[in-house]
């Protein structure tokens, strides 16, 4: 009897682990779906569907370091002077602390500028935050990657 | 004998800036929480400037990721040999706020830096912008995630 018990309990907990795995794996999974249609919008300056992915309070930093709030940033993506042509993250990982989850990558740029095609690789960290069951980013940031 | 002592102060004060960021529930709030977490990048200034390490291993969570002016991804260890190396070449570190925000038990600092110092015998000034993330583990405030981002 006391083994039968102990091997529910010690099922019980795995169930318990394994179902937490997999709610942080849906999470993780939730976010990395907001950051390509975060990248498929702005590949497509479509300001519109950027919108609802960030925070009324978003604080954004550029790769050239210029500081923009929401508003600006908007603007950015709607009247950008380049012509995207594709735009993905690599090597991401996602870090949950709490109800705040932190995006680490590269961000890949590929386009047309001036008349020139050009590549950028950004490091970037995008931080979201759990809003009544709705991630939200609240601050991004870039850097441009030297080497 | 001064550089000892230097760090024993620097030590103290990250002490203290750790007891204060010990968060009571009376307090947890965001205006307190976010006089911690630049009480804490107070003292991660100066103890860059001095090179303390010990000092800064306080301040930053095991897991800590630093990213570099150059886009460079360095983990906290490599941070830490970082300052080491660097500590006698820097002369100033200087930062400005301009923004903090708290989220719960996640806060983050925006600001400002200009560092001045002599690398290979030149002198350099570098300017950019940053962003720290803190979390609120165990009571105390740590920082988990930086960023430096210089300005073009």
Same mark, same amino acid.
């Given at each position: 009897?006391?083994?039968?018990?102990?091997?529910?309990?010690?099922?019980?907990?795995?169930?318990? %682990?394994?179902?937490?795995?997999?709610?942080?794996?849906?999470?993780? %999974?939730?976010?990395?779906?907001?950051?390509?249609?975060? %990248?498929?919008?702005?590949?497509?300056?479509?300001?519109?569907?950027?919108?609802?992915?960030?925070?009324?309070?978003?604080?954004?930093?550029?790769?050239?370091? /210029?500081?923009?709030?929401?508003?600006?940033?908007?603007?950015?993506?709607?009247?950008?002077?380049?012509?995207?042509?594709?735009?993905?993250?690599?090597? /991401?990982?996602?870090?949950?602390?709490?109800?705040?989850?932190?995006?680490?990558?590269?961000?890949?740029?590929?386009?047309?500028?001036?008349?020139?095609?050009?590549?950028?690789?950004?490091?970037?960290?995008?931080?979201?935050?759990?809003?009544?069951?709705?991630?939200?980013?609240?601050?991004?940031?870039?850097?441009?990657?030297?080497? | 004998?001064?550089? /000892?002592?230097?760090?024993?102060?620097?030590?103290?004060?990250?002490?203290?800036?750790?007891?204060?960021?010990?968060?009571?529930?009376?307090?947890?709030?965001?205006?307190?929480?976010?006089?911690?977490?630049?009480?804490?990048?107070?003292?991660?200034?100066?103890? !860059? !400037?001095?090179?303390? @390490?010990?000092?800064?291993?306080?301040?930053?969570?095991?897991?800590?990721?630093?990213?570099?002016?150059?886009?460079?991804?360095?983990?906290?260890?490599?941070?830490?040999?970082? @300052?080491?190396?660097?500590?006698?070449?820097?002369?100033?570190?200087?930062?400005?706020?301009?923004?903090?925000?708290?989220?719960?038990?996640?806060?983050?600092?925006?600001?400002?830096?200009?560092?001045?110092?002599? !690398?290979?015998?030149?002198?350099?000034?570098?300017?950019?912008?940053?962003?720290? /993330?803190?979390?609120?583990? !165990?009571?105390?405030?740590?920082?988990?995630?930086?960023?430096?981002?210089?300005?073009?």
């Amino acid at each position: 009897m006391r083994v039968a018990l102990h091997g529910f309990l010690l099922l019980a907990v795995l169930a318990g %682990n394994a179902q937490t795995g997999a709610l942080w794996e849906a999470q993780q %999974n939730r976010i990395l779906a907001l950051e390509r249609a975060w %990248n498929q919008a702005v590949q497509q300056k479509d300001a519109k569907a950027v919108e609802p992915l960030l925070d009324e309070e978003l604080i954004y930093i550029d790769d050239d370091g /210029t500081i923009m709030n929401k508003a600006h940033y908007l603007t950015s993506v709607r009247e950008s002077a380049q012509h995207f042509q594709h735009i993905v993250n690599e090597s /991401t990982q996602v870090r949950f602390f709490g109800k705040s989850a932190v995006v680490i990558g590269i961000y890949r740029e590929q386009g047309v500028k001036n008349g020139k095609p050009y590549i950028l690789r950004d490091r970037f960290v995008d931080t979201w935050i759990d809003q009544n069951n709705a991630w939200m980013c609240v601050a991004s940031q870039s850097t441009l990657i030297a080497h | 004998m001064r550089p /000892t002592i230097c760090a024993l102060v620097i030590m103290c004060l990250v002490m203290v800036f750790l007891l204060a960021a010990r968060t009571s529930a009376q307090d947890n709030n965001a205006g307190a929480a976010g006089s911690k977490v630049l009480a804490l990048e107070s003292a991660w200034n100066m103890a !860059e !400037e001095k090179a303390d @390490v010990r000092a800064l291993d306080l301040i930053f969570d095991g897991s800590m990721i630093y990213i570099d002016e150059d886009g460079s991804l360095l983990t906290k260890a490599q941070f830490l040999s970082r @300052v080491k190396l660097a500590g006698p070449q820097l002369q100033s570190l200087v930062t400005q706020t301009i923004a903090v925000r708290v989220y719960g038990e996640a806060a983050m600092v925006v600001g400002s830096y200009q560092a001045k110092g002599v !690398e290979r015998g030149k002198a350099y000034l570098r300017q950019g912008r940053f962003m720290d /993330t803190w979390i609120l583990k !165990e009571g105390a405030w740590v920082c988990v995630v930086a960023q430096s981002t210089p300005l073009h």
